[in-house]
């Protein structure tokens, strides 16, 4: 059996969100990022690569060195599904101060 992983499986370990904050505003090659790690670079590496399986990144090769940087089309999927609840809690959050407004100008 050959089990897929997505995206939120490989957003469930801090370290690969980790990698994610670090790539938000640069490209960066393994090392560099294994280098913000107390962990051995083959773990950091296996990271990197399910990131990449569950394309969260993608690879650029320049030369030798391959530079990671996040793919913001699979970024946008993880966003758009979490919206409606964003918007739900927002919703709850703004009645319950209401009701708390309510309250406070009723003592």
């Given at each position: 059996?050959?089990?897929?992983?997505?995206?939120?499986?490989?957003?469930?370990?801090?370290?690969?969100?980790?990698?994610?904050?670090?790539?938000?505003s640069q490209?960066?090659?393994?090392?560099?990022?294994?280098?913000?790690?107390?962990?051995?670079?083959?773990?950091?590496?296996?990271?990197?690569?399910?990131?990449?399986?569950?394309?969260?990144?993608?690879?650029?090769?320049?030369g030798r060195?391959?530079?990671?940087?996040?793919?913001?089309?699979?970024?946008?999927?993880?966003?758009?599904?979490?919206?409606?609840?964003?918007q739900m809690?927002?919703?709850?959050?703004?009645?319950?101060?209401?009701?708390?407004?309510?309250?406070?100008?009723?003592?």
């Amino acid at each position: 059996m050959n089990l897929r992983r997505d995206v939120f499986q490989a957003i469930a370990d801090p370290t690969r969100r980790a990698i994610l904050l670090l790539l938000a505003s640069q490209s960066l090659t393994a090392g560099a990022i294994a280098s913000n790690f107390d962990t051995a670079r083959p773990t950091v590496s296996k990271h990197l690569q399910i990131l990449t399986e569950c394309e969260l990144l993608k690879q650029e090769q320049t030369g030798r060195e391959i530079h990671y940087h996040l793919n913001p089309s699979k970024m946008k999927e993880i966003a758009d599904f979490i919206e409606p609840f964003r918007q739900m809690w927002d919703d709850r959050f703004n009645k319950l101060e209401s009701i708390m407004k309510n309250y406070q100008s009723k003592k």
